[in-house]
């Protein structure tokens, strides 16, 4: 009776100190940030209408850092969502074999595998590229977000193999008892019953794209390259932005621009997280 009570003291201690760890991070980028927030953070001397159409180029406003963060978190996600999800689906539905098992250590070790590696990664295949086959080739938009899928496809395998495993196997033998194929099972039972899983596995992996700075300051992201004028060209991105300010600041109010700029991207972050939850409990409510 005392070591239940005192398992579920410690279990209380544990979540309201991830509960205040939380609280007080949010809060000191709030704080720090807040003072920074402005039309000038964004858009520097620039008029705001000529920065948003791009009419005008931005030097001294992070606006051009937001688009490219958006663009090449969305071009990953673009490349890695289906063969993510498509290898999580294989490897909850395949039979034990070799093959499943040595696909299954190759996605754990790409799980853990260092951002920073996958940015070396990119840069020594451009190198290459380079040397061999595309003499003009450069790190860019496109690279980074190549990169960036490459890191973020394995939390979609395994979320994805996770959430179809978690279902009970009375499901499928129900569905095939009624005369359902694989296929059918799979698309009208088993994958609305996982959405949850798998929906929460992108958003982990938009999470996980969206704050990564090794990867892109080694594939493409610069300091200074105004909005993304193309997948082959370099761009800016808030996480580098973040790192080059607090890097190089030269006032406090340099180092302001830095939490300024780490406020505007965890507006974004919750935001799209605040929107892939309504669409998924629209999403749900119309499926279960």
């Not at 009776?1 to 980028?29: D, N, T």
């Not at 850092?65 to 909850?92: D, E, K, Q």
């Not at 040595?102 to 290459?128: E, K, N, Q, R």
Request: a neutral charge; one cysteine or more; glycine letters at 10%.
């Amino acid at each position: 009776m005392i070591s239940s009570r005192l398992f579920h003291l410690w279990c209380l201690f544990s979540a309201l100190l991830l509960l205040s760890v939380v609280g007080l991070l949010l809060g000191f980028i709030v704080v720090k940030g807040y003072p920074a927030m402005g039309v000038t953070l964004y858009f520097g001397q620039t008029a705001p209408l000529d920065g948003l159409l791009g009419l005008a180029p931005i030097w001294d406003g992070i606006w051009p850092a937001c688009v490219g963060t958006l663009s090449v978190v969305s071009l990953a996600l673009l490349l890695a969502l289906f063969p993510g999800i498509g290898c999580g689906i294989w490897l909850a539905q395949s039979a034990p074999s070799r093959c499943r098992e040595l696909l299954t250590l190759a996605v754990d070790i790409l799980a853990g595998f260092p951002s920073i590696l996958m940015g070396l990664f990119g840069f020594t295949l451009i190198l290459l590229l380079r040397q061999y086959l595309l003499p003009n080739a450069n790190t860019s938009l496109l690279l980074s977000a190549t990169c960036l899928a490459l890191l973020i496809l394995p939390y979609l395998a395994v979320t994805t193999r996770t959430a179809l495993l978690a279902l009970p196997p009375s499901l499928m033998i129900t569905a095939q008892a009624l005369g359902m194929s694989r296929s059918q099972t799979l698309g009208y039972v088993l994958l609305p019953q996982a959405i949850r899983g798998i929906s929460g596995g992108i958003m982990l992996a938009f999470g996980r794209a969206a704050e990564d700075t090794a990867v892109i300051m080694l594939t493409g992201a610069v300091a200074n390259a105004g909005l993304p004028g193309g997948l082959f060209e370099r761009y800016e991105a808030l996480p580098f932005t973040i790192f080059y300010y607090s890097a190089q600041y030269q006032s406090e109010d340099e180092l302001q621009l830095a939490f300024g700029a780490a406020l505007t991207l965890l507006f974004i972050t919750a935001g799209l997280f605040s929107l892939a939850s309504a669409l998924l409990h629209r999403t749900t409510g119309n499926t279960l």
